[in-house]
């Protein structure tokens, strides 16, 4: 999708990839079909821990093979996306809202259940998946006669950054891509300048998809096929919903908004460019959004 | 777009035909576009009075033609709208919120300025331009393999919904047509079941571009080529509202839902049929939407 308003305002040829239109509304059904398409024979139920789009992919990429799953989520997820994970037939797990009470509520599930586990984003075929995204973006814009310039994607585990960075350097290798991410959870900047895995934060954002910490695959894989990684403020993610909300019409969730948050507050590099920029998800409880707008979240 | 979670839920196969992602944000820029490209020779400003979209649509399309504009609107007029306005460069002239506060304001204007009246609905040349979208959609269903049972189609002034059913009988006469109206401005249904036009009503809806009176040329082309008009209360608007921000990630507009909320409140016309929705606009105030899930609009 284009936006000729938010071309004129920016500067820059804009093509958004429309990942919130995906199966599960989110980019995650990628990688999460690309797992269970190569499980290990004889898998019967699969497990995650997820914040929410994740699970749901899993949940629906597991529906689609006949396989059950559990998903591990943190008790504050939104609501909207503990209904999808149900909707598609998972049993969710309730836990506490922080890395290690998902990982030890994983861990106790596979310990009794036997469980396969597949990782939000630490993941080779989690991250190949998401890389799928890369020829599609490829071949839709050679079909309309140009190669852009340069990728957006928002960075949370790196799952996505990982994977799209994997495939520009194999299959369009010219094109620069850049990672996005809130200040209140600049892991991954900070991971990627210092070249050491930064592994303490405390996310502080309203992109709730990306309050996850950089996974090490994802992190090594960043290093070496990333050109850079921005951080934006709350503001600026606030104010780039808005514009993707009344100019494109897409009722994208907030962390699908870090990238164009990303074009609007570092307009000197993105001038004259063509720049794709990845809208990851849209699952976005209308109650949340209303608050979004009051600023009380 | 489709909706395999909506298709499921309602037993029907709905194709939403998204003109909120036409020009100016709603279908109106196809009339606008239509009435502009035949004006008489000389002609170098134009006027209208209109809730929103039209004003917006035709400000986009004499501007398109190097033409000055003028746009006659009620203060109440949602903000959204009267910024799309002005940001095409038209002049924005404001009057009461009643239809012959418009007109009479909109007739000054003329008497002092010579402008060409292009008017939102009641005319030939607009009604033309709205059904235009009856070929794209038939060329767009045949491209996928198939021809649609039905069209649904919003009602306010008529303009839409008189050239989709003009369209169809010389298009796809197979085709059923069918008007969806809010309860609380029902004039096109009291006028299409008693076959005479209603022109007294206060209008009652959240459905802000639907709030007009039917047309005339707009009720004799309805009575002959459309099949019927439905109603629907304000709960189901709102509801269906929801699901397409929800499910459909599209951020349209009140007046826009009413189609979908047809379908919703009279399941039994529509099951196991192939029904084009069309989603009208999606020019929507931020603010307007909080209210909405507020409920306080």
Redesign the interface.
């Known amino acids: 999708?284009t936006s000729s308003?938010l071309n004129q305002l920016l500067g820059a040829d804009l093509y958004f990839k429309c990942e919130?239109?995906q199966k599960v509304?989110a980019f995650k059904a990628r990688g999460a079909a690309n797992a269970v398409l190569q499980l290990p024979a004889g898998t019967d139920l699969v497990a995650t821990h997820s914040s929410g789009n994740h699970g749901a992919a899993l949940a629906w990429a597991a529906a689609e093979q006949g396989l059950r799953c559990k998903v591990v989520m943190p008790e504050n997820a939104p609501q909207?996306k503990k209904s999808a994970v149900a909707a598609y037939g998972a049993e969710i797990v309730f836990c506490e809202p922080t890395l290690q009470a998902r990982e030890s509520t994983l861990e106790a599930l596979v310990q009794t259940s036997g469980a396969h586990v597949v990782p939000p984003f630490d993941d080779a075929r989690i991250i190949a998946g998401q890389g799928t995204v890369v020829p599609e973006i490829v071949a839709q814009c050679r079909e309309r006669g140009f190669a852009p310039d340069l990728i957006v994607a928002p960075v949370g585990g790196g799952g996505l950054l990982a994977g799209v960075g994997l495939a520009v350097s194999a299959l369009a290798p010219d094109m620069k891509v850049l990672g996005a991410e809130p200040a209140g959870a600049d892991d991954a900047q900070r991971s990627f300048r210092s070249g050491v895995r930064v592994t303490e934060q405390v996310p502080n954002t309203i992109a709730d998809g990306l309050r996850t910490t950089l996974g090490e695959r994802n992190f090594l894989l960043i290093r070496d096929h990333v050109n850079d990684v921005v951080t934006v403020t709350e503001d600026a993610i606030r104010q780039a919903l808005?514009y993707l909300?009344?100019r494109t019409?897409?009722?994208?969730e907030p962390s699908a908004a870090v990238g164009l948050a990303a074009v609007m507050a570092h307009p000197a590099r993105f001038r004259n460019k063509r720049v794709v920029v990845v809208l990851t998800g849209?699952n976005?409880d209308?109650?949340a959004?209303?608050k979004l707008?009051?600023g009380s979240l």
């Not at 019409?249 to 994208?252: G, P, Y």
């Open positions: 999708m308003g919130h239109l509304g909207v808005e909300w009344q019409k897409q009722f994208v849209g976005m209308i109650g959004a209303a707008v009051a």
